[in-house]
Antibody, heavy 114, light 110 residues
Framework: EVQLVESGGALVQPGGSLRLSCAASGFTFNTYTMNWFRQAPGKGLEWVSLISSSSSAIHYADSVRGRFTVSRDNAKKSLYLQMNSLRAEDTAVYYC???????WGQGTLVTVSS | QSVLTQPPSASGTPGQRVSISCSGSSSNIGSNYVYWYQQLPGSAPKLLVYRNTQRPSEVPARFSGSKSGTSASLAISGLRSEDEADYYCAAWDDSLSGYVFGTGTKVTVL
């Protein structure tokens, strides 16, 4: 069974940093592109970042470019999202997903507030 | 802000057919695959349709996707109470080099 489990969400002050992790199992992790998505409270879905299977291609949404960094460790079957200079508008549930969302993880909540 | 446009709501009685539209542009739907997701209250999104018309094996045949030009549609036939959820379309956008989502459609079963 394909499983994605996010962790690392927390309450953080504006300007702070946080690192999210996504542990993958049940599939050949090193052959898949991975994505981060997010959903602010009561709002729709938003794509955050993409990283290709070998990390050779990386893309970011304009809203996070320069502040967030995506990475992966294929040996550990893990995906990461380093989030710096966090803002209130980054408050959301963050989901990792295999490729275009097949499947999504259960999500981890990031709250940016003083 | 969402780049793809969906109606905010749709409804039907049990057994009816409901259709949800998704309008984009040449840089997204017009040149890339469309995906549809179902999000039940309090749950993570679930993939319903990929590559415009394909369904994962566990998704019932009542759900079907189509695409024409810069628009796409999701149809739910034989509507059931458990279909009450939010539905989102998405596509890769060549201009933005990222995925763009629709505004979301809340389906209500009357």
């Amino acid at each position: 069974e394909v499983q994605l489990v996010e962790s690392g969400g927390a309450l953080v002050q504006p300007g702070g940093s946080l690192r999210l992790s996504c542990a993958a199992s049940g599939f050949t992790f090193n052959t898949y592109t991975m994505n981060w998505f997010r959903q602010a409270p009561g709002k729709g879905l938003e794509w955050v970042s993409l990283i290709s299977s070998s990390s050779s291609a990386i893309h970011y949404a304009d809203s996070v470019r320069g502040r967030f960094t995506v990475s992966r460790d294929n040996a550990k079957k893990s995906l990461y999202l380093q989030m710096n200079s966090l803002r209130a508008e980054d408050t959301a549930v963050y989901y990792c997903a295999r490729d275009y969302g097949d499947p999504w993880g259960q999500g981890t909540l990031v709250t940016v507030s003083s | 802000q969402s780049v793809l446009t969906q109606p905010p709501s749709a409804s039907g009685t049990p057994g009816q057919r409901v259709s949800i539209s998704c309008s984009g542009s040449s840089s997204n739907i017009g040149s890339n695959y469309v995906y549809w997701y179902q999000q039940l209250p309090g749950s993570a999104p679930k993939l319903l349709v990929y590559r415009n018309t394909q369904r994962p094996s566990e998704v019932p045949a009542r759900f079907s996707g189509s695409k024409s030009g810069t628009s796409a549609s999701l149809a739910i036939s034989g509507l059931r109470s458990e279909d009450e959820a939010d539905y989102y379309c998405a596509a890769w956008d060549d201009s933005l080099s990222g995925y763009v989502f629709g505004t979301g459609t809340k389906v209500t079963v009357l």
